[in-house]
């Protein structure tokens, strides 16, 4: 009999299984899918040209050590470094281009702004990005472990001596909106635009509250570059598919879970659609919330949870989409660099935040934006595994794009349209780029809903808001990584603690909760009793309000 199951291959859950299987446990990963990876894989769209299916730069898993801990440069996974990892262009009034380069080393980067932005915002951000970092350092101890009052206050505790601040002061610049915090700090339009586009890539917009530190996070980047696995998003995956492999576990794909299976005693296994059923006393779902609610069904769950968790987890109407190209050129930017490391960086194309407030303001009346703002990524400049000699794969962004549209039409009817509109935002600021572009694939919000599993087009699963971050995500019930009242069912991906992105955190979190409730007499990394959350995070808001400081 297994120990384990695992449903889905997404990178938290291959993260949970290699983990799980390391300690000793007899684990099975499912995946519905022929390719291993979820939205983080790597595919063949056209001859010749891999292209990824979600993600494509990593970013927070490179803050975790899980690369390391796991060894996984020795299962094939190489990262190719961001460095530069942000290039703005703007237009000159004399009808030219400079641009905002953000790179690794902070110096270089404040440089780059004092040429176009001037020495006082170029000082600022340097004043910035060494108080933000450090602040988001002590706060990325809250996301290593399950989401509790205590591991969070601990953790502004931690910002609060290092800034110095009281409880009140620290509370209201981390419950500010971006665009607050931007105007507070900096003068010049075109740094708070390229910052703003940046700190947008969650989801939420920066005029909302609480999204002060969607800017701050970045700061970390100045520390930790952003990489991009060589061959493509999905080597991660497929080095976390050796490792498990090396550590004794085993994958099947082409047959997923059809159902989760339960009795008396919880969870029994699952049941995949090829018929055959899968004995386990553990699950670990590392599937959408509410799919995972699904495949156990609403007679097995607590009354009254399947319908709140309908009705109360925000899905939202999508975040964007986005088209990946078979080109024949890069996109010429007049202010690029010459020695082609421009091409590197993630090309933060919003020309203003105006531009960025435009496109959502169409997003919420359900319409595809008409002047889309886009985030452009070159990898085949520096990674010659994913395109043909003298051509070239480019990914673009189009944040902010609905699900549902309004007019009542179908994406397969409006995508190629919307996909050709990002070409154009490209083109717009690269000129002749339009023209380099030999085939498209469009990957509309319906799209990544059919092919990845990602509900509404969502890639972060749930809304990324404050009330849906910590011990609020999915649901306060469902926090601790536990299905209540159903003994052995586990969840994690990015519908739980810490959310979205190529994280891993939520993985090696619930397999350190699994190996704890299996050896009642080791301890788990703050795991917290699901039922005391709420009461932990009203005593963490108190301490902090009543003047944390240290």
């Known amino acids: 009999m297994r120990d384990v199951v695992v449903v889905g291959s997404g990178h938290n859950a291959l993260v949970a299984a290699c983990y799980l299987a390391r300690a000793g446990l007899a684990v099975e990963v499912v995946e519905r899918d022929t390719v291993v990876g979820g939205a983080v894989s790597t595919v063949e769209r056209f001859p010749g040209y891999r292209m990824d299916r979600g993600s494509s730069a990593h970013i927070m898993i490179r803050h975790t050590g899980i690369v390391e801990d796991l060894r996984l440069a020795a299962c094939g996974l190489e990262y190719q470094e961001l460095d530069p990892w942000g290039f703005a262009p703007f237009a000159t009034a004399e009808g030219g281009q400079e641009a905002i380069t953000f790179s690794v080393d902070l110096d270089t980067t404040c440089a780059s702004i004092a040429a176009v932005c001037g020495q006082r915002d170029a000082d600022a951000y340097h004043r910035f990005v060494t108080d933000w970092a450090e602040r988001n350092a002590r706060v990325f101890s809250a996301f290593r472990s399950a989401p509790t009052g ?28 971006g665009d607050a915090l931007l105007n507070a700090h900096f003068t010049d339009e075109r740094l708070k635009t390229a910052l703003a586009w940046l700190g947008a890539q969650s989801g939420p917009p920066l005029w909302e509250t609480a999204t002060a530190d969607l800017v701050g996070w970045n700061a970390l980047l100045h520390r930790v570059a952003p990489a991009r696995p060589k061959g493509g998003s999905g080597m991660l995956t497929a080095a976390l598919a050796n490792r498990l492999s090396s550590y004794g576990g085993s994958l099947r794909t082409g047959d997923g879970a059809a159902r989760i299976t339960t009795d008396d005693q919880g969870v029994s296994g699952v049941g995949t659609y090829s018929g055959e059923h899968l004995a386990a006393r553990t699950v670990v779902a590392g599937c959408h919330v509410l799919t995972t609610l ?67 303001g169409d997003f919420l009346a359900g319409r595809s934006p008409q002047a889309p703002v886009a985030l452009a990524m070159t990898p085949s400049a520096f990674d010659d595994t994913l395109a043909p000699p003298g051509r070239h794969t480019v990914t673009v962004w189009g944040q902010w794009h609905p699900y549902s549209l309004a007019s009542g039409q179908s994406w397969d009817a409006v995508g190629a ?94 397999a350190d909760i699994v190996l704890a409730d299996r050896t009642p007499s080791r301890p788990a990394r703050a795991v917290g009793t699901v039922g005391r959350l709420p009461a932990r995070a009203v005593s963490a808001v108190r301490r902090l309000g009543a003047g944390l400081r240290g």
């Open 150 to 177: 205590r591991s969070l206050g601990r953790s502004l505790w931690g910002v609060g001596r290092a800034t110095g601040l009281g409880g009140l002061e620290l509370s209201r610049q981390f419950l500010g909106t």
């Open 294 to 360: 699904g495949l156990v069904g609403d007679d097995a769950l607590p009354a009254g949870l399947a319908e709140r968790a309908r009705r109360t987890i925000r899905v939202g109407n999508g975040i964007g989409m986005v088209v990946r190209l078979a080109t024949s050129d890069l996109p010429r930017y007049p202010a690029a660099a010459a020695d082609g490391s421009t091409y590197r960086a993630l090309q933060l194309l919003a020309p203003s935040r105006l531009a960025l407030r435009t496109a959502y």
């Open 417 to 510: 349209g919307a996909g050709e509109r990002l070409v154009a935002a490209v083109d717009a600021v690269a000129p002749g780029f339009a023209a380099s572009v030999q085939q498209l694939h469009v990957q509309t919000p319906a799209d990544l809903e059919r092919e990845l599993g990602l509900l509404h087009g969502n890639v972060m699963h749930v809304e990324m808001a404050l009330d849906a971050m910590f011990f609020w995500r999915p649901l306060p019930e469902l926090a601790g990584h536990r299905v209540p009242d159903v003994p052995g069912l586990y969840l994690t991906g990015a519908s739980t603690h810490p959310g979205g992105g190529v994280f891993g955190a939520s993985g090696r979190t619930v």
